[in-house]
């Protein structure tokens, strides 16, 4: 069996990488990096032996960060969000960097370092959320070169760093690593079988996944299991909420009301699940387009244009006021909110929901599983924006609901 399992591997491995070519509608150019993702052949009549080349290309570790680096990094990750155009910034890793880094990037790269992604000359792209909301199944793409050039390409790496978890709250992220870039990337249809990895929020907790795969974050966390009718009344509800904030506040603005306290703003008593999220783009290709460096680091703010001797006097001006102040709030290298030693990250392990026949057999008869995917036609690489896949609903239940434990459960595609 052993020498079946090696040199099945080492035919696998020599594969080539495929232009990918989809048959449903006519897809937009796909670019990525070669897949580390092994396709596997679906069983026939419920149980069949399967080669499984490798789990999937997902890990999970606790305790990288500090409860107080966590909350320090939740307050500059906000701060973060109030600058720039959506939220998002990127960086370069030293020692390739021309511009200082921020203490929000110094704890990313310490991370990388660990992550043994450290001296890379890629970019980093980095953004964060401090609101638990429902994010449909998606890729981290080139938002700008899909728009413009009608192209996807996706980061090598995508990570999420768990900063802040409101008590009993679950908030998984679910991912999806055989689908790549889009649902329908492979082509491959009804009756494959895909692997689902779900990762609840802990404090501290890191994921690293293929900066390619799906992923999303379902709230509630059962919602996948719901019922049309029950998912209608839901984004009725959610629909409804959000039409009444805008209606409460419509020209609102901190500036006219007098008895406005910024203070305010560093009160964080409903935060129900902050997370810092950050994708790692190829050494060897450039950044996500029309996403710039931070402008608290020198980096020139959108929209402003100077000559260049003007731009060079307001960076360095900015650099060497932002450095005294962060040296003097956390240390060299922003060492005071830096990750944890590599000694102390615990790896986990999947745990999997029944034994692996179990999961052939409750997949290819399971129940129905819907899952709403984000964008257009184009970005989501299928005609719907719903899919429907077959799986145990029980499994899937308690995959969802763990406290802690990162799961993998079988679907199988309808």
Known sequence: IFAVVVVANFFLLQLPTQSIALSVFSPPR???HPSRILQRGAPTE????????????????????SPSACAEIHRLARDHS???????????????NDAPLSPLENAIDSALEVLGDGGRPGKVEYWSR????NIDAHADIDEVQLEEESALR?????HVLYLQVGEGLRGPTCVFP??????????LGPGNMLDLVTVPAVQGRILRFPGGAMHSVP???????LTDEEEAKLVEKETGEETDDEEEWPDFSEDDDPYWDDDDDDVDEDVERSVLLFNTWSDDEPGPMGVNGDSSTGAMP??????????????KAQEVRQLAEWEEEYGPDARSIRCNPGSEWRPLALTLRGGEKERYRAAAGGADVRIKLMGTRERRVHPEDCVRVAGSRAALGLALEEEADPCLILLEEK
């Open 30 to 32: 796909i670019q990525r």
């Open 46 to 65: 419920g149980w069949v032996s399967r080669l499984r080349c490798r789990l999937p290309d997902v890990s999970i570790h606790d305790g990288c960060f």
């Open 82 to 96: 109030g600058r720039g155009d959506d939220g998002s910034s990127v960086f370069v890793r030293p020692p390739h």
């Open 130 to 133: 401090s609101e638990y909301m």
């Open 154 to 158: 996706s980061p090598e790496r995508g």
């Open 178 to 187: 055989d689908k790549q870039i889009g649902w329908d990337s492979a082509d």
């Open 219 to 225: 709230r509630p966390p059962n919602r996948w299991l």
């Open 302 to 315: 959108g929209g402003i244009v100077l000559s260049d001797a003007d731009a060079a006097a307001f960076s």
